[in-house]
T-cell receptor, first 113, second 114 residues
Framework: NAGVTQTPKFRVLKTGQSMTLLCAQD?????MYWYRQDPGMGLRLIHY???????AKGEVPDGYNVSRLKKQNFLLGLESAAPSQTSVYFC????????????FGPGTRLTVL | AQKVTQAQTEISVVEKEDVTLDCVYE???????LFWYKQPPSGELVFLIR??????QNEISGRYSWNFQKSTSSFNFTITASQVVDSAVYFC???????????FGKGTRLHILP
């Protein structure tokens, strides 16, 4: 089992460019999450999904869109990247929402110039 | 609203010393779950422990121990005889019953000095 994988691992964008981050999990988990991690801010939830075809906003959703067309994949899109979106992005999945721990991917380091 | 506070942003101790990482939480739920995660310098987040609100028994796993006290809304993490490999950022987290999300604290960066 690969667990949770993220593509790409690193990316540099120019302001205004768009990109999609891919998260894939092979644990048949229902719940998937996208976080961003910034220095001193901990992990902040961007969007999440409680099942295939569903998405919901987290704490900091502005400037991002997501899609969960397949149960195993959760895509995070930036339509027009801004320097404020420079961050490390983590994807996570869990079997259920509350008592099951979340399993994290290795992260994607994104720099927006 | 749920909240997790890790007041210690950064701690440095000398190897072999004991160190306690504090975690204070706020929730209106009577059933909830608490977690600790470790983020070593390599960057991945590693699950350490989950505790439900009905189980206040302290837990020990090797050099790690956790003290859960509902009376003070705290879930503290102690590393005994610290080692350099314990250097990491540690996150405390909270999830309410039937909640879709986990709320993370801002983390405590632990430096173990050789």
């Amino acid at each position: 089992n690969a667990g949770v994988t993220q593509t790409p691992k690193f990316r540099v964008l120019k302001t205004g460019q768009s990109m999609t981050l891919l998260c894939a999990q092979d644990m048949n988990h229902e719940y998937m999450y996208w976080y961003r991690q910034d220095p001193g801010m901990g992990l902040r939830l961007i969007h999440y999904s409680v099942g295939e075809g569903t998405t919901a906003k987290g704490e900091v959703p502005d400037g991002y869109n997501v899609s969960r067309l397949k149960k195993q994949n959760f895509l995070l899109g930036l339509e027009s990247a801004a320097p404020s979106q420079t961050s490390v992005y983590f994807c996570a999945s869990s079997g259920t929402s509350d008592y099951n721990e979340q399993f994290f991917g290795p992260g994607t380091r994104l720099t927006v110039l | 609203a749920q909240k997790v506070t890790q007041a210690q942003t950064e701690i440095s101790v000398v190897e072999k010393e004991d160190v306690t990482l504090d975690c204070v939480y706020e929730t209106r739920d009577t059933t909830y779950y608490l977690f600790w995660y470790k983020q070593p310098p390599s960057g991945e987040l590693v699950f350490l422990i989950r505790r439900n609100s009905f189980d206040e028994q302290n837990e020990i796993s090797g050099r790690y121990s956790w003290n859960f006290q509902k009376s003070t809304s705290s879930f503290n993490f102690t590393i005994t005889a610290s080692q350099v490999v314990d250097s990491a950022v540690y996150f405390c987290a909270l999830s309410g019953y039937r909640d879709d999300k986990i709320i993370f604290g801002k983390g405590t960066r632990l430096h173990i000095l050789p």
